[in-house]
């Protein structure tokens, strides 16, 4: 990778690591629908309004967007609001550190992208660090198992996105097909979250810097230059800026919220990025 594609992947860590801490903050009096709905039409809006050229859809594509919009923005959003009404915002910044093994994962049974003996076993052991992370502290300190399946789900769910979005972003470029994709998005999560949010409006004390943060941050420019990335070097080199993210969780959890991560909760993370970051490295070197 090339000096620009390390900066994206560290600005789009910290942005996507801090995202679990504005999630916390904004759970103090938004419902986990609410949030994820002004995470996708906060960024939606404003891209509109600034980027106006128009963007062609292939009829054959629209499905993709759709498909995309769910399992891409809403229910991932969703799923980690939720998690983190019974988990720290530092385990669920760990837990989405697994979206590489994921990652991989479907590339190889989707996508038949072909893999060693070496990488069956970096991936066999990803998911023990998973394994070791979810489920690795004290639930009565740490949170519940219901979060932390909340939180695996949403990350699941971003392990088949990424490999989705590779050929739209060649296609239709970064910009173009996160225009479309929030646009996917914005209509599924009216119909789908709509009906359950509270439309609570984010007062100014409390959850309106954090949801402009969610929106135009992590929801916005953070998946931008991810998109950037992606089209640079691909799907799964790229998923190694997930692996960063838990760094900047740990430490915005801890410095704003006092939050402790167990030690094995510890070693179950660096299982996870050490595989991940192996595994990567013998993909782009095939």
């Known amino acids: 990778m090339k ?3 390390y900066f994206q992947l560290f600005f789009t860590s910290a942005l996507w690591g801090s995202s679990f801490l504005m999630i916390k903050f904004s759970l103090e009096e938004l419902s986990p629908f609410d949030i994820a709905m002004y995470r996708i ?18 009829k054959s594509d629209y499905k993709y967007f759709f498909i995309l919009g769910i399992i891409y923005m809403a229910l991932p959003f969703f799923l980690f609001a939720l998690a983190e009404e019974t988990i720290t915002s530092a385990l669920a910044g ?20 072909k893999v060693t003996t070496t990488q069956k076993i970096l991936i066999t052991s990803g998911f023990l660090g998973i394994i070791i992370l979810s489920f690795g502290g004290q639930k009565a300190l740490y949170g519940s198992t219901e979060g932390i ?9 971003y392990g088949v ?11 239709y470029t970064p910009m173009g097909a996160l225009k479309i994709l929030l646009l996917s998005a914005s209509f599924i999560s009216i119909a789908l979250l709509g009906p359950f949010s509270t439309w609570a409006i984010p007062s100014y004390s409390i959850s309106l810097y954090p ?4 929106g135009l941050g992590s929801s916005g420019f953070a998946f931008l230059t991810f998109y950037q990335l992606v089209d640079d070097v691909g799907a799964v080199p790229s998923s190694v800026t997930v692996n960063v993210i838990p760094i900047f969780s740990i430490i915005f959890g801890y410095l704003f919220l006092d939050e402790i991560t167990t030690l094995i909760q510890m070693v179950g993370v660096a299982i996870v990025v050490v595989s991940a970051f192996f595994f990567t490295r013998i993909k782009s070197s095939t």
């Open 161 to 171: 996105s990424i490999n989705m979005i590779q050929p739209l972003l060649k296609k």
């Open 94 to 113: 760990l837990i989405n550190g697994s979206t590489p093994i994921f990652v991989a994962l479907v590339a190889i049974t989707f996508y038949k992208e």
């Open 149 to 157: 399946l909340y939180a695996l789900g949403a990350s699941i769910c």
């Open 41 to 58: 039409l906060l960024p939606a809006i404003v891209l509109n309004l600034l980027y106006r050229k128009k963007v062609k859809v292939s």
């Open 3 to 5: 000096l620009v594609n």
């Open 211 to 214: 949801i402009i943060i969610l």
